[in-house]
């Protein structure tokens, strides 16, 4: 969950790799690092903490090298110190690498490297990466030398240096090298490699973890994130699992890898969405606000061009009618965030098309045996579309004969690429770690395929999507005066502040949001908070309160709501502090709950998209109160690319 980035043309590559990693903070901010091209050496800077401190480092060194690559680290193995931070550098400083993911036998070959002599100055997995590189690049420049009986002036052996191989389409000794290192390795990984011996040039090599090159006006670029190229580059190829590519100045070839034999293959390109460009926070203070202000759009944008007024089409889901009607299972598969905007799609799945749905939590789908057969949909929901467990989940089920959908927010990703279709939430770049738009478009998104398959199913007529489409249309409005007056939640968050803990209430659908808003508050706030259906407060949780403690209940008009106030009352009667989400007219509500926050009336199967922006609010109200960092919240970063 790293972030990379790489340059090499005709720009000083520093200031390049420091927008690039600020693009790409929000996926680890630890520590970073650059290594850039001075000379005919390798200068490398590291600092810990955020990209500014390391800019502060950069810029009065007055770096000129065309060619370099950077890191933004979210730490795995090894605590937060320059020690640790990428780029890691081979014994004698010649070789640079930048890593993202895990390499599972590093122990095993640390021990291997150390005996051959490699003294290491990290306690990270991704060090013995550029050891072996420098092993396998030794090995096979003596083995050029040999052959080509290369001399200096003075008649002694040199390293073999690059000579026409781009042009030829053949691979440098240094992208064999990389060959040679990965097949060593064991785990998931995206590298970038500069070396001394090779000026002008950067080695990838990918496998799990995600990696994009492109080509722009003054220079060839890579990073992990489309955001980070955004810009830069109109085009870019997103590199397959086994791919290396390498990049000089004005070009970049991609070879595909068999053993220890590359092999040139054509780039697949894709057209970048410019949309994802570089984020500004505007007049708000910190993205997360922002973002949740942005829901309104998010919501109008999925559903643009979805319904052409008598059916709907979502055609990048790759089925017809007919093929989505031989659906007879639904699993989602998703984590965090996604998780809970899964755990609404059950409920409108089931409840439209009438086909059972499960929703599982993505790391433990992989390790069970589910039934799954042909007729079995799986979906995978990741905002980023390059969680590690969603993606080892899907292949295991298309794998067992599934078809695969993704909902995701970044084009090309590995999700969107792995699955037989996908919906993009159209959420565009979202920064701070803590999703919120995000979220709502993925409700949307899966409202829109439970709506589908009941079409398809022929359980809901024409007049019936028509009516719920209008509906679900009509959210936005309702999201915009949700956030045109906050009052309520800024005084219920003040109440709130000094809790030790939390609990958050609902049923039914108001179940699900209940999750999503504890999450949001552990997340930004740290503030202790779990979700409970409503009606398990008597089965233990009940315990847990006592006088002054913040009880958050999803209290929407729905079946339900009765049950709910019940509940409530249950929990005042122990003296808990209640704070109600409840529906615009609810005169009753305010005799049982301390704080009210009330938003507009909608159908209760959409009210998920409503009700959770005045608990997005409430947790970042809390965390600024609390002063905590509302967008990079410790320990968490935004992209989970790593098991």
């Not at 810009?231 to 791919?243: F, I, K, P, S, T």
């Not at 309702?478 to 309520?488: C, K, T, Y």
């Not at 552990?522 to 315990?543: F, N, Q």
Request: hydrophobic share 45%; glycine share 8%.
């Amino acid at each position: 969950m790293c972030g990379i980035v790489g340059y090499t043309g005709s720009r000083p590559a520093a200031p390049l790799l420091i927008e690039g990693l600020k693009r790409l903070e929000y996926r680890g901010y630890d520590s970073a690092g650059i290594a850039v091209e001075e000379g005919a050496s390798i200068k490398a800077v590291c600092r810990t903490g955020k990209i500014a401190q390391l800019e502060q480092s950069v810029t009065p060194l007055h770096l000129t090298g065309a060619c370099g690559i950077g890191h933004t680290r979210w730490a795995t193995h090894g605590e937060p110190t320059e020690a640790n931070a990428h780029p890691h550098l081979a014994c004698d400083g010649s070789i640079a690498i930048v890593h993202n993911g895990i390499i599972e036998n590093h122990g095993e070959l640390r021990r291997i490297l150390e005996e051959r002599g490699h003294a290491f100055a990290s306690e990270t997995d991704s060090e013995v990466i550029v050891h072996l590189i420098e092993d396998a690049y030794s090995m096979l420049a003596f083995e050029a030398s040999e052959e080509d009986d290369l001399t200096d002036a003075a008649g002694m052996r040199v390293p073999h240096t690059v000579a026409a191989e781009m042009s030829a389409g053949e691979p440098s000794l240094l992208a064999q090298a990389v060959g040679m290192a990965c097949g060593f390795l064991i785990g998931s990984w995206a590298l970038c490699v500069m070396a001394e011996f090779e000026p002008g040039k950067i080695v990838c090599a990918r496998k799990e973890s995600p990696l994009l090159v492109g080509c722009g006006a003054d220079g060839v670029h890579v990073a992990s994130d489309v955001t980070a190229l955004a810009g830069h580059v109109e085009q870019a190829c997103v590199l397959a699992d086994g791919q290396i590519a390498e990049l000089d100045a004005h070009a970049f070839n991609v070879f595909a890898q068999d053993g220890e034999m590359l092999t040139k293959v054509d780039a697949d390109l894709m057209v970048l969405d410019a949309r994802m460009d570089a984020a500004d926070r505007g007049q708000y203070p910190d993205f997360m606000l922002k973002e949740i202000h942005e829901q309104p759009r998010v919501i109008r944008d999925t559903l643009e061009d979805r319904f052409d007024g008598t059916r709907l089409t979502i055609d990048e889901l790759g089925l017809t009618h007919e093929e989505l009607n031989l659906i007879e299972r639904v699993y989602i598969i998703a984590c965090g965030t996604s998780y809970h905007a899964a755990l609404v799609a059950k409920n409108l799945i089931e409840g439209w098309a009438r086909i059972p749905c499960e929703v599982e939590v993505a790391s433990e789908f992989r390790y069970r045996n589910p039934i799954i057969t042909p007729s079995t949909l799986v979906v995978a929901v990741s905002q980023s579309g390059e969680t590690a467990d969603t993606l080892a989940a899907i292949r295991d089920a298309r794998i067992k004969g599934a078809k695969v959908f993704g909902i995701t927010n970044v084009q090309g990703s590995p999700v969107a690429r792995e699955s037989d279709g996908v919906i993009y939430t159209r959420a565009n770049k979202e920064v701070a770690v803590a999703s919120t738009k995000s979220f709502t478009g993925q409700i949307v998104s899966l409202t829109l395929l439970a709506l589908l398959l009941a079409q398809s199913k022929g359980r809901l007529n024409q007049g019936q999507i028509r009516l719920l489409f209008s509906e679900l249309v009509d959210t936005a409005a309702q999201a915009e005066a949700i956030l045109r007056d906050v009052q309520s939640v800024k005084e219920a968050a003040l109440a709130c502040k000094d809790a030790r803990s939390a609990m958050f209430i609902g049923r039914g659908m108001g179940a699900a949001v209940a999750e999503e808003g504890a999450l949001k508050l552990k997340e930004v706030s740290y503030l202790h908070a779990e979700a409970y259906p409503a009606g398990e407060m008597k089965h233990g949780p009940i315990a847990l309160i006592e006088p002054g403690f913040p009880v958050i209940a999803v209290a929407t008009e729905s079946p339900t709501y009765e049950k709910v106030l019940s509940n409530i009352q249950e929990a005042k009667t122990r003296g808990a502090f209640v704070v109600a989400v409840a529906t615009e007219g609810d005169e009753r509500i305010g005799q049982h709950a301390d704080r009210v926050i009330l938003i507009p009336k909608v159908r209760d199967a959409l009210s998920p998209i409503t009700a959770i922006i005045p608990l997005q609010l409430l947790a970042r109200e809390i965390a600024l109160l609390r002063g905590c960092n509302i967008d990079q919240p410790r320990n968490l970063a935004k992209s989970v690319t790593v098991e």
